[in-house]
């Protein structure tokens, strides 16, 4: 599978979300990424730079026309 963007939630069981993120981008062509959780982003510190996803979507606020304003 090749997706064009990966909705990536932060808190999953076995291995978090920024883990796997930082392994899609390890080799450069990766899919654009958007984290989501339901924590605030400010409990996760700058994704955008450390963590090399497009951005953040709040749960709360997650929606269709978050995704594409993001995009």
Known sequence: MHPDIVLLDVQLPDIDGIEV???LTANG????IVLTSS???ADLGPVRDR???RGFIPKA???GA??????
């Open 66 to 71: 978050a995704l594409e304003a993001l995009l």
């Open 21 to 23: 993120a930082a392994r």
């Open 29 to 32: 062509s990766a899919p654009a």
């Open 39 to 41: 924590r605030d982003l």
């Open 61 to 63: 606020e997650l929606s």
């Open 51 to 53: 963590w090399h996803v």
